[in-house]
Structure formats: structure tokens, C-alpha cells
């Protein structure tokens, strides 16, 4: 999934009309319908400051290239989905202070059932998913290559050669992991064991520059 921090600028852009990359890309749904929204420079103003013709680009960039849009409703549809990770998400959604709650909703569910999200803004989204309650580690850089070398073979090549090209990839600083991948890293880091079973819970990520 890419997060709000990414999909505005240039190489979001970019990664979204890639051929190659692009069936593998995940976006917010909530995300997807603020782009209509009246108010959405304002919405996104702590992100960049997009113009209304970069919003209106990036909506454009989703529906051309069909890009999955998930919402968390996915994930409460599940029978599997612990009590904790629907109370993380309940609190997430009734933040009145946040204009993009929802948002962050459809990530903290994609990320915890699900695989990767994609950020440049690691600090805001780690302190909205732990003060709603869910555990984070915070890999360090060496770490976060050990997990993606234990989860290389359930990554699409597409995405693993942009991963490769994140130095270069300016907007990509981080990485946020958790789902059904969890159960690989895990074992690979030296975490706590309640933060370990968080995560393999699914209340809990691992998140870090890789």
C-alpha cells in the first residue's frame, strides 16, 4: 500500500503508471474518495501542500491505472480478525482531530492483515497506530534488510527491484510490515516478546528505513 506521503509526489506518480508495478499497488479507499473532496488541499496540506491539479493527477493516476483500493471494512469482514485489532481500529476511526482517519484506518488494516506499506512519513503514522493502542517496533536499518531477505520470495519482482532503487526513490524512506508476513520476520529480529506477539497477533507492526 502506498500512504498518503507518497502518492503526491513525483515519483508516486511515477510508480503508480508504471506497467509493471502498478498491479501491485494498494491505495486507501478513503484516500481515493477525499481526492473528490472540496476541502482536500486543505485535508492534505500537512502532507506537501499539494496543489488541486497534483490532487486531480493522482485521481486520475488511480482510476486510469485501476489500481486495488482497500478499505478496512475488508478487514472487519473477517472471521479471523482479533478483538484487539478491531479496538485499535475503533479508535483510530474516532479521532475527530484527525481529517484523515479513515485513512489511516484502511492502513492500519491492510498493514496488520496484509503485507507492506510504503511511507516517507514513518513518525505520524507510527503515533497515530500506538496511541490507538497497537504495539510498533522500530527496526533499525540493518534489521529491516534481514526481514526483507527472510520475506524475498513473497515479494513480486516488480516491487523488490523499486526496493533496490530506495536511496534513489526520495519519497520512500520507510517501510511498515505486518500481516501474513509477520510470521517470517519475526523469528529474524531481536524483538520483545510482547511486541513480537502483537505483531503476530495482529496488533502490531514492524517499521523501519530499509
Request: aromatic share 8%; charged share 25%.
Amino acid at each position: 500500500m502506498l500512504d498518503t506521503s507518497v502518492v503526491f509526489t513525483d515519483e508516486g506518480l511515477d510508480w503508480i503508471s508504471d506497467p509493471e508495478l502498478r498491479p501491485f499497488l494498494v491505495v486507501s479507499a478513503a484516500l481515493y474518495r477525499l481526492l473528490d473532496d472540496p476541502g482536500a488541499p486543505f485535508l492534505f496540506a500537512s502532507y506537501g501542500e499539494p496543489t488541486p491539479r497534483r490532487i486531480d493527477e493522482v485521481r486520475k493516476a488511480v482510476q486510469r491505472n485501476e489500481l486495488r483500493l482497500y478499505s478496512y471494512e475488508e478487514s472487519l469482514a473477517r472471521t479471523d480478525l482479533p478483538a484487539e485489532n478491531r479496538n485499535t481500529l475503533a479508535v483510530l476511526l474516532a479521532n475527530e482531530e484527525e481529517p484523515l482517519a479513515a485513512v489511516l484506518a484502511d492502513e492500519w488494516a491492510f498493514v496488520t492483515t496484509e503485507s507492506l506499506i510504503s511511507l516517507r512519513d514513518l513518525r505520524r503514522v507510527v503515533e497515530a497506530f500506538t496511541h490507538a493502542g497497537a504495539k510498533v517496533y522500530e527496526a533499525s536499518r540493518d534489521e529491516m534488510e534481514r526481514a526483507l531477505g527472510a520475506v524475498r520470495d513473497r515479494i513480486p519482482e516488480p516491487v523488490l527491484r523499486k526496493m533496490k532503487d530506495f536511496d534513489k526513490a526520495v519519497p520512500v524512506r520507510f517501510l511498515a510490515i505486518g500481516g501474513t508476513i509477520a510470521a517470517i520476520v519475526v523469528p529474524v529480529l531481536s524483538i520483545p516478546g510482547g511486541v513480537a506477539a502483537a505483531v503476530l497477533e495482529m496488533n502490531g507492526l514492524i517499521a523501519g528505513d530499509p
